[in-house]
């Protein structure tokens, strides 16, 4: 099968598995602190040759006709459909999410590269398209080619998922890949050469290298073979990851980090408004770089509010994946355990009004589980309402006008969602127009549709994934002006 422990330790390069050369790293199940399996980290050595494996087959991989490469795709969502279970419990495992969450993700994945694979056998139709213009004796077309070769580096958050948002369209326009998963969840995303094996893509098309940031995910940022790197996770590494990329000029997509604001009206239905601010911060236990974590609410209806989300708040039962009924699972690993818990540190030192939690779960001797946190009447300076904490941790302000609102939602570094909620359609409208983000949802759970588009103003990212946007990220465009 699949995921079995020979997949896991050993990275993919050029159509062969064999394990890194580097360190064993250990990777943990954040529920149980437990090892679940490791993988031996790759060096810059093995790097160079996944990447000169990505670079010799890109001549031919380019050249296949869009429906081809249109096939082996199918063929790779074909096979991750048929170890759907396995995925979905490893998912569970390593991520430490709900079985609901684990299944979104997989099917998500599987849906996204089917998307891209309609695209794909769209772009033959896209060649050779004229340019209309009046210059006597000229005429121009634009073909629209490959990029080349390029990097993912991934997060932790929603393996598989996230790698799919990169994949679809890369496969889709003729590039071939370098996959580096995050040390911390590898397995699902090296399932992505598994399903390439098995889905027959020729080798060296897709390649899946293990390691840590600093050391493999350094070595593929800075090699001169890619063409572009596309990098999902947090800020500061999205600057290094930037730096390194500017030594040959390649092209970036980055899909950093948020601090999105859910703004509720004094028209809102406020059961909806409880019910999508808890959703936004509690969904993959608030590690998502769209979590609706900064509340404003019309100071008419805070405190009704207030009372609504508390209830809420009561309904969640933390536990592990494997727990009936659980709705909300641990951290995904120590270091966003020691993150989430330092900022709860923090609201005491800041002396913030905390409704409900504030502390670690101590009813569990094992798993970085936290408390669902609540709290209210957050100053503006605070460190909480500022940053980006990647956990179930709410804060809330209150608004008096709606052009407060607006100015306290757009008055942060980030700017990749946001949410609105009222009852008044000319209001939405208005406020979605004003508000600097890439995504706005109006009185609707957050939802991700491979035909939309994802990505950040502000230093939330460069660049757009999913829907067209994401597959043009992934081709260069050529004017070709002859005389006629
Ligand atoms: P990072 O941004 O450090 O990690 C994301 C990926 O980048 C991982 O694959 C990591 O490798 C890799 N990486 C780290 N350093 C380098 C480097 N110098 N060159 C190339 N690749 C590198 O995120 P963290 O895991 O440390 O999480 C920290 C915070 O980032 C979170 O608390 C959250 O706020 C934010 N974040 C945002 C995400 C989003 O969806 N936008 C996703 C994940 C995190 P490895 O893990 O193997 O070290």
Redesign the pocket.
């Known amino acids: 099968m699949g995921m079995s422990d020979v997949i896991m330790e050993k990275n993919y390069i050029n159509g062969q598995w064999q394990a890194g050369d580097g360190e064993t790293i250990a990777v943990i199940n954040p529920s149980t602190e437990k090892p679940i399996g490791h993988f031996h980290e790759t060096s810059a050595d093995d790097v160079d040759r996944a990447v000169t494996a990505a670079c010799d087959a890109f001549p031919a991989w380019s050249a296949l006709p869009g429906a081809e490469r249109a096939n082996y795709m199918r063929k790779m969502t074909a096979a991750i459909r048929a170890n759907m279970d396995d995925l979905v419990v490893m998912q569970m495992a390593n991520c430490g999410k709900p079985r609901s969450e684990a299944e979104a993700d997989i099917v998500g994945s599987v849906d996204c590269i089917d998307y891209f694979a309609d695209r794909a056998e769209e772009l033959d139709a896209r060649q050779q398209t004229p340019i209309d213009y009046d210059i006597p004796g000229y005429r121009s077309a634009t073909r629209l080619e490959p990029m080349g070769p390029v990097g993912f ?6 393996p598989m998922k ?1 790698c799919s948002w990169k994949l679809g369209p890369a496969l889709a326009a003729g590039c071939t890949v370098v996959i ?5 969840t590898p397995f699902t995303d090296t399932f992505w050469g598994k399903a390439a094996e098995l889905a027959g893509l020729p080798a060296g098309v897709l390649n899946v290298v293990n ?4 050391i ?3 070595a ?2 800075s090699h001169p073979g890619l063409r572009k790197i596309s ?8 600057k ?2 930037m730096q ?1 990329a500017a030594e040959d000029v390649k092209n970036i997509g980055l ?4 601090k999105s604001p859910i703004l509720v009206f004094e028209d809102a239905d406020l059961d909806l408004a409880a019910r999508l601010a808890v959703e936004g911060v509690f969904y993959n236990s608030g ?3 769209n979590a609706t974590g900064r509340l404003l609410a019309h100071e008419s209806i805070k405190e009704d509010l207030t009372t609504k989300i508390e209830e809420l708040y009561k309904a969640v039962v933390l536990g592990t994946p494997d727990t009936p009924g659980m709705t909300m699972g641990p951290l995904a ?1 120590k ?2 355990y020691d ?1 989430v818990t330092g900022y709860q540190d923090i609201a005491r030192e800041e002396g913030l009004n905390c409704l409900t939690g504030g502390g670690r779960a101590v009813q569990f001797n094992t798993g970085y589980f936290v408390e669902p946190t609540l709290y209210t009447d957050v100053p503006k300076s605070s460190r909480l309402w500022n940053e ?3 956990g179930p941790v709410l804060c809330l302000r209150s608004f008096s006008s709606e052009n407060e609102a607006i100015a306290e939602g757009n008055d942060t570094e980030y700017g990749l969602a946001a949410t609105i909620v009222t009852e008044d359609e000319s209001r939405a409208e208005r406020v979605a127009a004003q508000l600097d983000a890439g995504h706005i949802y109006t009185n609707v759970s957050v939802a991700i549709p491979p035909e939309t588009s994802w990505g950040g103003f502000k230093q939330s990212g460069i660049g757009r994934e999913l829907g067209p946007w994401g597959l043009s990220g992934f081709l260069e465009v050529k004017t070709v002006t002859s005389r006629g």
């Open positions: 580096i991934l997060p932790w958050n929603f996230i580096k998963p995050s040390e911390v390691g840590r940031g600093a493999t995910g350094a593929l940022s990098f999902t996770g947090s800020t500061s590494t999205g290094a990851i390194a899909e950093l980090g948020g590690q998502c770089c690993s270091p966003q993150k980006e904490i990647f």
